[in-house]
């Protein structure tokens, strides 16, 4: 008999690819969608069930939904926002983030869902690394509004499972990328499909990235895995690269040569500041890096696609639908 998985914000980048692979694994799947005017809105079939939930907050009643669910993949969250428009952020980030988390867990349990999976964020860890890559076991030292958000969320789902019958597994990811992704690593594979010189050639940093089918591989695997609940995981493609090697990498699979101009990197920064943009060239030249050992050697689990692979099928997509 096939397990019942639901996902929240199923329509999302990383949603989008986990449901067809979960379906190849013989699980049945509620997708939940926020936008009743997306394809996916009208998807139902033997194996696919799609609910739409336009305002997801701290009252939304779950329960008709949660009936014969096994697990859960929360997805859904209150995102990094550019020009934000609320008045007090912080509490716009906890009322998504923590307290419509804790009330779906709340309620998920009472319907006897077994096991609960919330997607959080590496930046729980903090925003660069050092000496020394980032551990599950590190005291967290999150910088912003929705890393503070995400690490207030993880300390409430696992205080909560300790005293009640539902298992929480925390997974941290990095930096996606893969077919639909969008931000800053599509702008990247934009900058270099121009072919214009690029001044990234000093940068000598190392940042922990993930393809999109290695987490949804991860994904699965916490679903069912006796050593995963209550535990927090770090989750890469277990291969870090500097700045100027990602966009090599980046140009090989679009089938450029990118022309990497070895710049100074205070001179960057410098002049980056003058207009504006000193965070970006900070994200650039910074590093990132995760150790995900206790991921691999828990779940007995490896990244099933190396970089080269992932941005190949990412590079595929953005030519077939970014060059017409």
Known sequence: MSKRVLITGA????????????????????A???NANSPQASTTSEKINTVVFPDISESTDWQPTLQGVDCIVH????????????????????????????????????????????????????????????TADDTPAPEDLYAHSKYEAEKALLDFSKSHNIEVVILRPPL????????????????????????????????????????ISLIEVCLSHE??????????????????ELIALIGKSLSKSPHLIPFPVPFLTWAATLIGKSQEISRL??????????????????????????????????LKNHTK
Not at 11 to 30: A, D, H, N
Not at 311 to 317: D, F, G, H, M, Y
């Open 285 to 318: 030249s910074g590093s990132l890096q995760m150790n995900i050992s206790s991921t691999k050697e828990t779940l007995q689990w490896t990244p099933p696609f190396s970089v080269e692979q992932g941005l190949e099928t990412t590079a595929n997509w953005y």
């Open 227 to 244: 050593s995963a609940p209550q535990k927090i995981f770090l989750a890469s493609d277990d291969h870090d690269l500097s700045t100027a």
């Open 11 to 30: 329509g999302g980048f990383v949603g989008q690819r986990l449901i067809p692979y979960l379906l190849t694994k013989e699980y049945s799947v509620i």
């Open 176 to 215: 996606m990328y893969g077919p639909g992704v969008k931000g800053n690593f599509r702008r990247l594979m934009k900058l270099v499909m121009t072919g214009l010189p690029l001044p990234f050639g000093s940068f000598k940093n190392k940042r922990s990235l993930l393809f999109v089918d290695n987490f």
């Open 75 to 134: 997805l859904m969250a209150r995102v990094h926002v550019m020009n934000e428009t609320e008045k007090d952020p912080l509490r716009a980030f906890r009322k998504h983030n923590v307290e419509s988390t804790m009330n779906l867990l709340k309620q998920a349990e009472a319907c006897g869902v077994k096991r609960f999976l919330y997607v959080s964020s590496i930046k729980v860890n903090g925003e660069a690394t050092n000496e020394r890559p980032y």
């Open 32 to 34: 939940a969608i926020r």
